[in-house]
DNA sequence: GGATCAATGGACTCGCAAGTCCACAGAGCA
DNA sequence: TGCTCTGTGGACTTGCGAGTCCATTGATCC
């Protein structure tokens, strides 16, 4: 059963897991994101710029440069990674039939929609990186094969 | 903020809410469901096709030919509809990192993932096609133009 | 039986997210 | 000062879901 959370968007909460399960204020060079994510190297520098202008990151070059979380994890909700993906805001895709639907003037599916979108948007606000038992993956990683199928 | 039902889905939520709100037993065109939900017909017949194989729709062809119902509208979950339209169990896109996770093995994002599926799982089947609105909204459609532009 | 209406299904195009490539900018090091 | 390391950013290719086109099948009407 589907409901998609764009590839991109989960790219960026592997890489905001990794984060902060490194030494707070250390430069992490984005090389080993790509070895602890898994995701492709030059994808993962646009996820990460994108990650740097919205203000969740900070990133310096040369020497030791690298990325670090610009708040602690326990401040960084999931939400706050979904809105610096995709900063639309409100429920997607809800046109039953006429013209966009609005609150005043709501399609028969519009309240399902928001409905939806409302437990979605809690997931996302409740979650923050804190939440993430990331560190004792990294420090022990199950020992199996590398280069994972896609699951779809 | 992103989650995206496919649209393939959402034509198929479109459609069967149009047919919930038909005479029970009597075949409505497609072209009529066309004109209802502003799909593109050609996808929607695509869409109705999956629907039918899924037993979730009859179709019959010829004159006065069309779809319908394969069961009264409180038996039709939503979950059946995501279902027919994408056959593939439990939660996508969980790999963070390394192989394929699982229950055994899991990543550390996975009990996130889990938890948006089950809340998404919980709304779909939750809601059947009897609590939709749609009869009152086909008789009385709101004043406003056609062709909706797509929010994205 | 022939005309017509409507679903079927395969082959095609299109657009956009996903992913790649490469030249450049700036920071540290010797 | 020059070399090397690492992020930046634009241009490009790829893959797949979304959408189109059309010939065919089957049912009904006259």
């Known amino acids: 059963m589907e409901l998609v959370l764009p590839t991109a968007t989960e790219y960026a909460l592997r890489a905001m897991a990794c984060l902060a399960a490194a030494e707070p204020a250390v430069w992490v060079p984005s090389r080993d994101l790509v070895a602890q994510t898994h995701v492709p190297a030059a ?3 646009k996820v990460l710029r994108r990650l740097v202008t919205a203000g969740l990151l900070e990133a310096t070059r040369g020497h030791h440069g690298g990325f670090r979380l610009a708040r602690p994890p326990s401040e960084v909700r999931f939400a706050d990674v979904l809105r610096a993906m995709d900063d639309t805001e409100g429920p997607q895709r ?3 039939g006429f013209a966009a639907c609005s609150k005043t003037d709501p399609c028969p599916l519009h309240p399902f929609f928001v ?6 948007r809690a997931w996302a606000e409740e979650a923050t990186l804190a939440d993430v038992d990331c560190a004792s993956y990294l420090a022990a990683p199950p020992d199996r094969a590398l280069a994972p199928p896609r699951i779809r």
């Open 43 to 45: 994808y993962l520098s």
């Open 94 to 96: 809800c046109q039953f």
């Open 115 to 120: 409905d939806l979108d409302r437990r979605m």
